[in-house]
Nanobody, 124 residues
Framework: VQLQASGGGLVQAGGSLRLSCTASGRTGSSLAMAWFRQAPEKEREFVAAITLDGSRTRYADSVKGRSTISRDKAKNTVYLQMNTLKPDDTAIYYC??????????????????WGQGTQVTVSS
């Protein structure tokens, strides 16, 4: 499985971005997908996750209410819409995938596949 992330950029505080992650090499709908992020000198942290069929989503408290994860099965693509961005959202955002859904959706060590990351920078 290969994951290609895109959509990052420089945005002012209060702005919005939509990140995309396209899966290839395996049917996208057979993967549970997630977004993680890593700020400089910090550990990679969970942001959002979505089930294989897109029926359930989970969010980190830090982005809940401001972000929406969704998926387009036909395009094998998962999106992360981020609104009301803050400087604290500045990080490299990574998409991740695995073949099952469970209550461990927030654990980065349990994801088998990772994209290359896309930089999000929020200026104050």
């Amino acid at each position: 499985v290969q994951l290609q992330a895109s959509g990052g950029g420089l945005v002012q505080a209060g702005g919005s971005l939509r990140l995309s992650c396209t899966a290839s090499g395996r049917t996208g709908s057979s993967l549970a997908m997630a977004w993680f992020r890593q700020a400089p000198e910090k550990e990679r942290e969970f942001v959002a996750a979505i089930t294989l069929d897109g029926s359930r989503t989970r969010y980190a408290d830090s982005v809940k209410g401001r972000s929406t994860i969704s998926r387009d099965k036909a395009k094998n693509t998962v999106y992360l819409q981020m609104n009301t961005l803050k400087p604290d959202d500045t990080a490299i955002y990574y998409c991740a995938a695995r073949a099952y859904w469970s209550v461990t959706y927030y654990r980065r060590d349990l994801y088998n596949y990772w994209g290359q990351g896309t930089q999000v920078t929020v200026s104050s």
